[in-house]
């Protein structure tokens, strides 16, 4: 078990020339060179206009880095255009899991997306689960999706995610249908003793077959529960060798105050936050 800060990954389950894995260079006194990054990633833009306007108030005064944006949402074409404008860093937040609420999702889309949900939905193991059945329409979703993401931001995203991770389900992870190069979120890192041993290695399996196709950061954290204090300084504290993703979602009041009351700078005032998202030079 591999362990920075009292946060650790089983060290074991991941080859080491697996890009997940944290690269070193080390100087004359002993000490790491690498620079790390910290990325503070807000979750749902053009959702709908709430949480679109949120976000973008986090973005302007640098409290967060970059969003993930879902289409066929309500806000999903006025944050497009505020994103182009306002020079926002955004990447594709996957979903199959949520109803489209823009008008324009088809009625086919439609379909095949109540198909996925149900069955992602229906128990808490059906995300481990390959449904043969449901490749077909897996694989519209995503098309679908990344479709319309070119259409409204004009390019392709340069990284995935995915609403409630579903993006890392077994249909879209063996179905190969992320498109490869791409940078991609990993599974939640976790405190010793937070998970099983068996879900640690399974999480790690599927970083494992991430890394194969996809560049990863370092590590991946959830912003709340803001307390105890000590949680967010360990998690801070790696990025000033690591690579750091931390997932927020500025429609929570509570993480709001964090990131728009200026706590986060307190916090982070000799590691900053990066202006966008980017891996850290490995």
């Known amino acids: ?54 976000i973008l108030e986090c973005v302007q005064r640098g409290s967060v880095s970059s969003a993930s944006a879902m289409v066929f949402m309500e806000d999903s074409e006025r944050a497009a255009a505020l994103a182009r404008e306002r020079g926002v860093d955004v990447g594709l937040h996957l979903n199959f899991t949520s109803p489209f609420s823009a008008a324009l999702a088809s009625s086919r889309l439609t379909e095949h997306h109540q198909r996925v949900s149900r069955f992602l939905l229906r128990n808490r193991l059906s995300q481990v689960v390959y449904h043969p059945g449901l490749a077909r329409s897996f694989k519209y979703v995503v098309t679908a999706q990344l479709e319309e993401f070119r259409r409204v931001y004009g390019e392709e995203p340069r ?5 409630h991770h579903m993006h890392l389900c077994a249909n879209v992870l063996l179905g190969g249908l992320l498109p490869a190069g791409t940078i991609a ?98």
């Open 1 to 54: 078990m591999a362990t920075f800060n009292n946060l650790s990954f089983p060290a074991d389950t991941v080859p080491a020339s697996d890009p997940c894995l944290p690269s070193r260079s080390v100087g004359s006194k002993g000490k790491s060179s690498r620079t790390g990054i910290l990325i503070i990633n807000a979750d749902d833009w053009g959702r709908n206009i709430e949480t679109t306007d949120r």
């Open 159 to 163: 990284r995935l995610d995915g609403h």
């Open 185 to 282: 979120r990993r599974n939640f890192s976790f405190q010793p003793g937070e998970k099983s041993g068996a879900n640690r290695l399974y999480r790690a399996a599927i970083d494992r077959i991430l890394a194969r196709r996809h560049r990863l950061t370092d590590f991946f954290f959830s912003l709340p529960p803001l307390a105890p204090t000590e949680r967010l300084d360990r998690i801070f504290d790696l990025a000033r060798q690591f690579s750091v993703e931390v997932e927020s979602h500025p429609v929570n009041s509570e993480e709001y105050r964090f990131l728009a009351g200026g706590e986060i700078f307190r916090r982070t005032s000799d590691r900053p936050v990066a202006p966008h998202y980017r891996l850290s030079n490995a």
